[in-house]
């Protein structure tokens, strides 16, 4: 297993983020390897940790003052053994290959796992869609798919959001990829609700990650009523989830952006979401205006180097990492422990560093990992997509129990292969045995392509 790692890094020294998904999986297999000899002699993990392909693209474009600016534009086709590849695209400044590789390779075991006929990939670009106008992020979609149009399609790869990509996104995307291609064709998910979008789609991340920790729950015979929450992100996961947790009786008292975070004893009601939804995707403001609105509240500003995130450092039952990666520490995880903190589910994907993810295990925290946790979002992907070949829609209600269905089935599976491997309780190990071998057992069955 060292030296799959060796290889990995040994080929791209620099992409720090892809080694430590590689290296998450690769550590918890040993039991699954040693009972498969096939997977080691087929060179399954050395094939897996590279990319079927990597398209890497120009993608130049004009702001409203005629200024010309060039980004880049990617995806990564991580692996097509289950399916045509499917996974977000992310539109932040922070997004290069290394990003991209980690995300891609998380999707492949998160994918296997949503009982869904779904290969992984990611893709994304290092444009910033903060502060930009309509016109100028309708420009850059453009662009940007008068690229991407080439390498996917319905058979092939489709894409849908993450990071900076949401609803307005897949819009601009979607109707330039029609007009280039004179078709169509269902090649996004996460489609507006009256041209070919499921309900629940927008929703399912967040309300997926509060239904795995219901599943974790249950298993101690406990609900989440009355429990505290700390959520943090403000976009879709963390909003979503917030509005799951209200639902059902819990108490979420944290959100935050890359500015800082909000801090609300009394807990974020329904009419405060209501606030936060237009703030945040409307008006696309910052988060420290929910404290102006509500007096009694607090913000607090992110300040970098402080070697923790205060956010984490609050009395609470559960936390929902919903941001992005590595926004838990060692330092967070312990805080969390010494909080009271005893469920941990993750919305972002590998929020937790290794450090944290170690501290939640040997402490038995209900710990479930964002290939797991956070399998909602790409899950309600793939009934978007069942519903387009059928052409017919199904209600919130369907769509709601075919998810949280999903969630249950997911969550089972992480428990039972745990436990088949002799680490019961342990989701990471469960998750990470579970995605990789049906993915494996598929690719012995395709051959050496
Ligand atoms: P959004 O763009 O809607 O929201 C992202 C939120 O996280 C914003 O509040 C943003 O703050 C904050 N954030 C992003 N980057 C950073 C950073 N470097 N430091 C601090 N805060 C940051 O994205 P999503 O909610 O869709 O995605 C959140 C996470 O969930 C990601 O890890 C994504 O990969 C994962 N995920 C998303 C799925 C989906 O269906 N959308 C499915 C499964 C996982 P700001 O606006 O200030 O940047
Ligand atoms: O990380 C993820 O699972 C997503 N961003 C959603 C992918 C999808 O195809 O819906």
Redesign the pocket.
């Known amino acids: 297993m060292s030296e799959v790692l060796d290889i990995v890094k040994g080929r791209d020294p620099y992409q720090k983020e892809f080694h430590q998904a590689v290296e998450e999986v690769v550590t918890s297999l040993e039991p699954v390897m040693s009972k498969h000899p096939e997977y080691r002699s087929q060179k399954i993990l050395e094939r897996l940790v590279e990319p079927e392909r990597v398209i890497e693209f120009r993608v130049p474009w004009m702001d409203d003052k005629n200024e010309i600016h060039v980004n880049r534009g990617y995806r990564v086709e991580m692996n097509s053994a289950l399916g045509p590849y499917k996974g977000?695209l992310?539109f932040?400044p922070?997004v290069n290959l290394s990003t991209l590789k980690f995300?891609g390779f998380e999707q492949v075991f998160k994918n296997a796992l949503t009982t869904l006929p779904m290969g992984g990939g990611k893709g994304g670009s290092d444009f910033d869609p903060?502060g930009k106008s309509d016109a100028e992020v309708m420009r850059f979609c453009q662009n940007f798919m008068a690229e991407l149009h080439r390498h996917i399609g319905l058979h092939t790869d489709i894409p849908?959001?993450?990071?900076?990509?949401?609803g307005r996104e897949i819009g601009y995307l979607f109707g330039m990829y029609k007009k280039m291609r004179n078709e169509f064709t269902p090649i996004l998910t996460?489609k507006g609700l009256n041209w070919g979008g499921s309900l629940i789609r927008t929703e399912?991340?967040g309300y997926g990650s509060v239904y795995f920790a219901e599943n974790m729950l249950e298993t101690r015979n406990e609900t989440l009523e009355g429990k505290t929450c700390l959520v943090?992100?403000?976009?879709?996961?963390?909003v979503f989830t917030v509005e799951k947790l209200i639902e059902l009786g819990a108490k979420a008292v944290t959100l935050?952006?890359?500015?800082g975070y909000i801090y609300d004893e009394e807990g974020i009601d329904h009419e405060k979401l209501e606030f936060i939804k237009d703030l945040?995707f409307v008006r696309r403001g910052?988060?420290s205006e929910y404290t102006e609105r509500y007096k009694g509240t607090h913000f607090t500003a992110?300040v970098s180097g402080m070697g923790y995130n205060p956010l984490w450092d609050h009395k609470a039952d559960c936390a929902f990492p919903?941001?992005?990666?590595n926004?838990v520490n060692g330092k967070d995880a312990l805080n969390l422990l010494n909080n009271g903190v005893y469920v941990v589910s993750e919305?972002?994907?590998m929020?937790s560093t290794p450090e944290a993810v170690d501290i939640f295990v040997e402490n038995n925290l209900l710990y479930g990992p964002?290939k797991a946790a956070?399998?909602g979002?790409?899950s309600t992907s793939g009934l978007e997509l069942t519903q387009n070949s059928i052409r017919l829609y199904w209600t919130r209600e369907e769509v709601d129990s075919k998810l949280r269905n999903i969630m249950k089935q997911i969550h089972q599976n992480c428990l039972d292969t745990a436990e088949a491997f002799g680490q019961p309780g342990n989701y990471v190990v469960g998750a990470n045995i579970a995605g990789f071998k049906k993915v494996a057992d598929a690719m012995i069955d395709q051959g050496v392509v």
């Open positions: 977000g992310r932040h922070s995300l903060k849908a959001g993450d990071i900076g990509v949401g996460g399912a991340t943090s992100g403000s976009g879709n996961v963390a935050s952006d890359s500015s945040k910052r988060i992110t919903s941001a992005t990666q926004e919305g972002a994907n929020p964002g956070n399998a979002g790409v």
